[in-house]
């Protein structure tokens, strides 16, 4: 069977799988991959909506999916799917569990777990797969059920499933050889202490199988988009990733692009809901981006940012050689345990603006601000992205000194560097004691400096006129990012959420709103100083 179009172009890594007539070979000459999916067609059952009791009929996308993580020949130990809402995921997860309890995949005295964010979506794994158990006239006597400890036990191989939450006060379940994440695309950032913690728990097996299966996050930043795009680029054998979504920046009304990111329109998937949920977005703009994330399966947002994350993606060309450009910065200066953030930005004689960014933070309490702030600031680090600085807050002799070296490191002499009156008295005085000067001119967090300079920044952008560098920590600070205006359309930023940092754009503004101004009235250099001094002549 040839797969249909939509099926094809949502396969991004592992093996394509060949769609035979699995339903009537005998069962000897099925693989692994086409026996779970005869298991789920001839003993599970509907457990709830217009089709209960009904025997499961699989879709060909699930069927696809099935039978690449299954019949990878290379043993699958990582398996994503990626779908739009109301697309059976919930199910496509109860029964695989199934499969794995008292199916095909039953392995003796194995434990797995299914995990979600909250105690409501880990219960509805757990009800969708008893209520089919017990539904089944084939498989209701094979299982023993346990509401209030939410596990389901295969009683013909002694196997164990329970359902886990991140909230419970008790989310581990012993040593899982499957575990499976619900709605993955709800944590926030790269990291989650209870998906580390299930994950660590099945490094006691040899071949652990971890499914990830979810709506896409809002931002490349967070966990499950980090998870996909690796498997996108690096292609590991070892792992197989199906995401369906519409293309970037399609029409909400497009009908075609409602059937990529929902395999199941018209089949399982009401087409006269989305059809209303897309007129809606089409005419209520404020519903527009959480109807591209949850029913477009975009990475979208659910609230408005400064630059939609496409317009930014496109801008993150290579940084050209700064030292034969005119460079203006911004400094963002932080308190002892934020991120201070430097910008440089390199006008070509094009007029494209190149950036590039330096950022510091202490290094002491690095890793419980990665959890706070939900970024990989340890990774970055050692990328050379971050700069963490060998101390327990902000050593602004040490910063100076950074900035110092890499401008002469890499020829590059300053125009301009644009500063906000905050803490640059401090600045002022490490620079002094260090014998550095740098051309500082006086820059507002107002909306009276920053609006022109964010509307020269939007210029930039949408004009396809900035080169970024695709600079990940830059790159979550943009996503971060909202502008507010006052009553007279200025605008400035302002963060998303309150461990949302903005720090990086920020500077960004200020290096592009200095750049802009006709009469910069920046403070003289010592140099400068010296050299006037030197030419007076004293009677």
Same mark, same amino acid.
Request: aromatic letters at 8%; glycine letters at 6%; charged letters at 25%.
């Given at each position: 069977?040839?797969?249909?179009?939509?099926?094809?172009?949502?396969?991004?890594?592992?093996?394509?799988?060949?769609?035979?007539?699995?339903?009537?070979?005998?069962?000897?000459?099925?693989?692994?991959?086409? #026996?779970?999916?005869?298991?789920?067609?001839?003993?599970?059952?509907?457990?709830?909506?217009?089709?209960?009791?009904?025997?499961?009929?699989?879709?060909?996308?699930?069927?696809?999916?099935?039978?690449?993580?299954?019949?990878?020949?290379?043993?699958?130990?990582?398996?994503?799917?990626?779908?739009?809402?109301?697309?059976?995921?919930?199910?496509?997860?109860?029964?695989?569990?199934?499969?794995?309890?008292?199916?095909?995949?039953?392995?003796?005295?194995?434990?797995?777990?299914?995990?979600?964010? /909250?105690?409501?979506?880990?219960?509805?794994?757990?009800?969708?797969?008893? #209520?089919?158990?017990?539904?089944?006239?084939?498989?209701?006597?094979?299982?023993?059920?346990?509401?209030?400890?939410?596990?389901?036990?295969?009683?013909?191989?002694?196997?164990?499933?329970?359902?886990?939450?991140?909230?419970?006060? @008790?989310?581990?379940?012993?040593?899982?050889?499957?575990?499976?994440?619900?709605?993955?695309?709800?944590?926030?950032?790269? @990291?989650?202490?209870?998906?580390?913690?299930?994950?660590?728990?099945?490094?006691?097996?040899?071949?652990?199988?971890?499914?990830?299966?979810?709506?896409?996050?809002?931002?490349?930043?967070?966990?499950?988009?980090?998870?996909?795009?690796?498997?996108?680029?690096?292609?590991?054998?070892?792992?197989?990733?199906?995401?369906?979504?519409?293309?970037?920046?399609?029409?909400?009304?497009?009908?075609?692009?409602? $059937?990529?990111?929902?395999?199941?329109?018209?089949?399982?998937?009401?087409?006269?809901?989305?059809?209303?949920?897309?007129?809606?977005?089409?005419?209520?703009?404020?519903?527009?981006?959480?109807?591209?994330?949850?029913?477009?399966?975009?990475?979208?947002?659910?609230?408005?940012?400064?630059?939609?994350?496409?317009?930014?993606?496109?801008?993150?060309?290579?940084?050209?050689?700064?030292?034969?450009?005119?460079?203006?910065?911004?400094?963002?200066? /932080?308190?002892?345990?934020?991120?201070?953030?430097?910008?440089?930005?390199?006008?070509?004689?094009? =007029?494209?603006?190149?950036?590039?960014?330096?950022?510091?933070?202490?290094?002491?309490?690095?890793?419980?601000?990665?959890?706070?702030? $939900?970024?990989?600031?340890?990774?970055?680090?050692?990328?050379?992205?971050?700069?963490?600085?060998?101390?327990?807050?902000?050593?602004?002799?040490?910063?100076?000194?950074?900035?110092?070296?890499?401008?002469?490191?890499?020829?590059?002499?300053?125009?301009?560097?644009?500063?906000?009156?905050?803490?640059?008295?401090?600045?002022?005085?490490?620079?002094?004691?260090?014998?550095?000067?740098?051309?500082?001119?006086?820059? =507002?967090?107002?909306?009276?400096?920053?609006?022109?300079?964010?509307? $020269?920044?939007?210029?930039?952008?949408?004009?396809?006129?900035?080169?970024?560098?695709?600079?990940?920590?830059?790159?979550?600070?943009?996503?971060?990012?909202?502008?507010?205006?006052?009553?007279?359309?200025?605008?400035?930023?302002?963060?998303?959420?309150?461990? =949302?940092?903005?720090?990086?754009?920020?500077?960004?503004?200020?290096?592009?709103?200095? /750049?802009? #101004?006709?009469?910069? #009235?920046?403070?003289?250099?010592?140099?400068?100083?010296?050299?006037?001094?030197? /030419?007076?002549?004293?009677?």
């Amino acid at each position: 069977m040839e797969l249909p179009e939509h099926v094809r172009r949502a396969i991004y890594s592992g093996p394509i799988p060949v769609i035979r007539d699995w339903r009537s070979l005998p069962v000897r000459e099925l693989t692994m991959g086409e #026996k779970v999916c005869r298991f789920i067609s001839d003993f599970c059952v509907v457990p709830e909506g217009s089709l209960v009791g009904k025997t499961v009929t699989l879709d060909v996308f699930q069927v696809a999916f099935i039978l690449a993580v299954y019949d990878n020949p290379h043993d699958t130990s990582l398996a994503i799917f990626s779908v739009a809402r109301k697309n059976a995921k919930t199910a496509l997860i109860a029964f695989l569990m199934l499969a794995h309890i008292v199916g095909p995949l039953a392995k003796q005295n194995s434990r797995l777990n299914s995990g979600a964010m /909250s105690r409501q979506q880990a219960a509805e794994v757990y009800n969708y797969a008893a #209520k089919s158990a017990q539904l089944s006239p084939r498989l209701r006597d094979l299982v023993h059920c346990t509401p209030s400890s939410k596990t389901i036990l295969g009683l013909p191989m002694n196997v164990e499933y329970r359902a886990l939450s991140a909230d419970a006060s @008790t989310n581990i379940g012993g040593s899982p050889a499957v575990a499976c994440m619900d709605e993955l695309g709800q944590v926030r950032g790269a @990291t989650s202490d209870f998906v580390d913690a299930i994950t660590t728990a099945q490094a006691a097996h040899d071949s652990p199988l971890m499914f990830y299966i979810s709506t896409q996050a809002p931002t490349d930043a967070d966990m499950l988009s980090i998870a996909i795009d690796d498997a996108m680029l690096n292609k590991p054998l070892r792992t197989v990733c199906h995401v369906y979504t519409a293309d970037a920046d399609c029409d909400v009304l497009d009908e075609q692009q409602w $059937k990529n990111a929902n395999p199941a329109l018209g089949i399982f998937r009401s087409e006269r809901d989305m059809r209303d949920q897309a007129m809606k977005a089409d005419r209520m703009p404020s519903f527009e981006n959480t109807y591209r994330n949850l029913l477009l399966n975009q990475r979208v947002a659910s609230f408005a940012t400064f630059i939609a994350p496409s317009e930014w993606r496109k801008c993150n060309g290579t940084v050209g050689d700064l030292s034969g450009m005119r460079v203006y910065g911004g400094l963002d200066l /932080s308190s002892h345990l934020d991120l201070t953030a430097l910008a440089l930005l390199g006008i070509d004689d094009d =007029g494209v603006g190149h950036v590039r960014m330096m950022f510091w933070t202490p290094e002491r309490g690095l890793h419980e601000r990665e959890k706070t702030d $939900k970024a990989p600031y340890t990774l970055w680090q050692k990328q050379g992205i971050l700069n963490a600085v060998p101390s327990a807050n902000i050593d602004y002799d040490y910063v100076a000194q950074q900035i110092e070296m890499g401008l002469m490191d890499s020829g590059i002499k300053l125009e301009a560097l644009a500063f906000d009156r905050w803490r640059i008295d401090l600045f002022n005085r490490a620079c002094a004691d260090n014998g550095i000067s740098f051309p500082l001119v006086e820059f =507002g967090q107002g909306f009276k400096d920053m609006g022109p300079a964010l509307d $020269k920044v939007e210029e930039y952008i949408l004009n396809g006129n900035l080169r970024h560098g695709d600079n990940p920590l830059l790159n979550m600070c943009a996503i971060n990012s909202v502008a507010v205006a006052d009553p007279a359309g200025n605008r400035k930023l302002e963060k998303r959420k309150s461990t =949302g940092r903005i720090d990086g754009m920020v500077a960004l503004a200020m290096a592009v709103g200095v /750049s802009c #101004k006709e009469d910069v #009235k920046r403070l003289p250099t010592s140099e400068e100083i010296d050299g006037f001094l030197d /030419s007076m002549e004293f009677i």
